[in-house]
């Protein structure tokens, strides 16, 4: 609850300062008002492109996958820079008329005559220092008048229309555009100004108004904005811009190819002659060293190296078994003493050697029935011999045919092994040919196959970058945004008339409500009595109540109102007080000791000068007591003065003193001295905070008793002990239904 209290209390100056607030949020306004219309009128066009996708884009069609041949991917933030560059500017600049800006000079703005001027201007100069220099011509019939500036000085030059001015050697012709004037019915007189932009002056202004962004970092669509005071400049120059950008691409592209295929051209004659050496020289080697395939030649002589080997070890294997046969037949003792055992596998001689065996079973047989010696004995043994001549005549033979046959293989193995002893060496030259060959081929045939793509590429005249939407002609203004500014404006209007409210109210530093009281003063606050314009009698009633259920008064007593300066309510105080104690049915005596209020006799019975009052002229309908002079009367007659005042305090139930100002006087403090409760009155929105705290210096210093504060002119919102509640809520009865109920909370948020 008192967080809500803060809350109103803190809105309160809100309130009070709202004719100021209005005051100056109606000037903000108009002030944005004033900006909108003289703020230059700016328009932007708008046109977009698409860029090419070359993983998901036409060119990864395969019939155009190479024609950006020896490019890298490109990228957006690339092709943004690439469109707003110097260069491309430049080119579109070619296609529209900017070098010339010819504005029509009016008494709150110029106009741009943009493809509209009545008149039309020539120059051939040959000072680069007259380009980009404002001139003012003023047409007036036929006559002219020029003024520039030029090296510091302002130059008058008067001329007529279609004729040359002559600016000391630069050529300036200013002729008239009749075709136009009469079409549209333009009026010629009149103030113009006019700049010629040299080149580089043209390309930075238009820079300047130029803006190319991609719409997202994952779409490849470039946004190209250009902004000027006319609608139809705008969307000429972004057009001339993107089909600039589209033919600069496939100009370039095709520059590309071209030069391409006249280098692959180049190298291709070279690669071609490098081949053809390669070509004679691997077959030089070939016819020169007998290469069919060195592989498959390799393959065949280890194999008849093989059979050759395999060969050499029959024959071995053969001579040594007829060896050992040759041994065994020296011998002798034929298959007595010692089986025959041999190897040799010629079939002649293993008869011979079954014959052998043969004749020596028979003779064997024979020694059974003859002798040694007998004719049928030596019959066989001479068989014997003769078998054994033979078989000694073949085995010679044999020998020596195996001899001739080991010797022929020999000589066929050292030939046949001396043949792989260069292959290494053959091996490596025959690589190395290939590898040169192949090496020219690969590139020959790599370079054929890349001048088809780059021939196919230049002749081709297609951009995949596309203008999916053209700068058309803007209607309606991009700037000054007049929404924005007026909210802005009002917005900031607002906030200086709430900051300069609460400043006010800061700086003035005076008391608003009850807790300025209660944190600069340690007296009691006896009331509150609020602002209101009508019944303020039942402000004082309430009050009177409130002060007699607290016993602060009881009757027989004397109440002084006092206050630290004029006009905070006192003598307002002292009057309703008393009317609101009377209706309450006591008996009242006003004594008045501030001769520069107003008179206080019109709501009482008779008025009677303090000085000669008597108990015949005391009244139950109230009195009114003054004097013309308090201070001599206090001070002379001070025990006149208490004597009556004890005399008044028997006959009514409350005499109440109205006093001049503490701050200028000192009779306020003898009469308070003498009374039973000593109001000081505080008027809100009035009273200086720092005169607060003289109640509780009078009360130290000169000890008085009973001092109460009374806060007068208190916010309507206020109930009678000071807290803001809101005035306007109306009874329970009437706050019965929703709609009653949202009304008692507007009432109580506008007003509390």
């Not at 809350?7 to 809100?14: C, H, T």
């Not at 300025?516 to 509150?528: F, K, M, T, V, Y």
């Not at 139930?653 to 308070?672: E, G, H, K, N, W």
Request: glycine share 4%.
């Amino acid at each position: 609850m008192a967080s809500f209290q803060n809350i109103k209390k803190q809105l309160l100056p809100l309130i009070k300062g709202l004719p100021i607030i209005i005051v100056i949020f109606i000037i903000s306004i108009f002030i944005a008002k004033k900006i909108i219309q003289y703020t230059p009128t700016m328009y932007l066009s708008i046109a977009k492109i698409k860029l090419d996708n070359q993983k998901y884009g036409a060119s990864n069609n395969l019939l155009y996958e190479d024609f950006d041949v020896f490019t890298s991917e490109n990228k957006i933030e690339t092709e943004a820079e690439l469109l707003g560059s110097h260069l491309l500017i430049k080119k579109a600049l070619e296609k529209v008329s900017f070098d010339i800006a010819i504005n029509r000079v009016g008494n709150l703005r110029n106009t741009s005559l943009y493809q509209n001027s009545p008149v039309v201007i020539e120059h051939r100069f040959i000072d680069s220092e007259l380009f980009d220099v404002p001139f003012k011509l003023t047409v007036l019939n036929e006559e002219l008048t020029l003024e520039y500036e030029h090296n510091g000085l302002i130059v008058v030059e008067a001329g007529k229309l279609n004729s040359a001015f002559n600016l000391n050697g630069n050529q300036l012709t200013i002729n008239k555009n009749d075709s136009l004037i009469k079409l549209k019915n333009l009026e010629l007189n009149g103030q113009y100004s006019f700049l010629i932009y040299s080149e580089e002056g043209l390309i930075n202004k238009v820079k300047e108004q130029l803006d190319v962004k991609a719409i997202d970092k994952e779409m490849s669509v470039l946004r190209v904005v250009f902004k000027d005071q006319v609608p139809r400049k705008t969307a000429d120059f972004n057009n001339a811009l993107c089909e600039t950008y589209i033919e600069d691409y496939i100009s370039t592209k095709s520059y590309a190819a071209n030069k391409t295929v006249e280098f692959i051209d180049l190298k291709l004659e070279e690669i071609g002659k490098d081949l053809t050496r390669a070509e004679q020289e691997l077959e030089s080697y070939k016819m020169k060293n007998d290469v069919v395939n060195t592989r498959q030649e390799t393959e065949t002589g280890l194999r008849q190296l093989s059979n050759l080997k395999i060969q050499l070890v029959n024959t071995e294997m053969n001579e040594k078994a007829i060896l050992e046969l040759e041994e065994y037949i020296k011998n002798g003792n034929y298959f007595e003493e010692t089986a025959i055992n041999f190897g040799f596998g010629d079939l002649l001689m293993t008869e011979l050697v079954k014959k052998m065996k043969l004749w020596n079973d028979e003779k064997q047989d024979l020694l059974i029935k003859y002798k040694e010696g007998s004719d049928q004995i030596n019959a066989v043994n001479n068989k014997i011999e003769e078998v054994k001549r033979y078989i000694k005549e073949a085995i010679k033979s044999n020998k020596k045919e195996i001899i001739t046959k080991r010797a022929k293989l020999e000589a066929e193995l050292k030939i046949l092994s001396n043949q792989f002893e260069d292959i290494p060496t053959r091996e490596k030259d025959l690589q190395i040919l290939e590898r040169e060959f192949r090496l020219q081929e690969s590139v020959y045939n790599f370079l054929s196959q890349k001048r088809i793509e780059a021939f196919i590429a230049s002749s081709s005249s297609t951009s995949f970058h596309r203008i999916i939407q053209p700068a058309y002609a803007p209607k309606l203004p991009a700037s000054p945004n007049k929404t924005l500014i007026t909210f802005v404006c009002g917005l900031l209007g607002l906030i200086i008339a709430i900051a300069f409210v609460y400043l006010r109210q800061f700086a003035r530093a005076k008391v608003m409500d009850k807790s300025d009281l209660e944190r600069n003063s340690q007296l009691p606050i006896a009331g509150i009595i609020r602002n209101v314009k009508t019944d303020i009698g039942r402000e004082y009633i309430t009050l009177s109540k409130s002060l007699l259920l607290k016993n602060v008064i009881q009757p027989n007593q004397v109440i002084v109102v006092a206050s630290s300066l004029a006009q905070e309510g006192k003598t307002i105080s002292v009057e309703s007080l008393a009317i609101a104690l009377r209706s309450l049915g006591y008996k009242i005596c006003l004594i008045d000791f501030d001769n520069i209020n107003y008179d206080l006799s019109a709501s009482f019975h008779k008025t009677k000068d303090f000085t000669t009052v008597t108990t015949k002229d005391f009244n139950e309908n109230g009195l009114v007591l003054t004097t013309k002079n308090e201070t001599a009367l206090l001070e002379e007659n001070y025990w006149l003065f208490e004597t009556k005042l004890n005399e008044l305090k028997a006959c009514y139930d409350f005499v109440i003193i109205d006093t001049s100002p503490t701050a200028t006087s000192i009779t306020p403090i003898q009469l308070m001295k003498l009374a039973d409760l000593n109001l000081y009155s505080v008027k809100a929105n009035s009273t200086p905070i720092s005169y607060v705290s003289n109640a509780d210096l009078l009360e130290d210093e000169y000890e008085l008793k009973n001092i109460q504060l009374l806060l007068t002119n208190a916010h309507k919102a206020s109930n009678y002990s000071g807290n803001l509640i809101g005035s306007r809520f109306e009874t329970q009865e009437k706050n019965k239904g929703i709609i009653n109920r949202i009304k008692q909370y507007i009432n109580y948020y506008l007003i509390a």
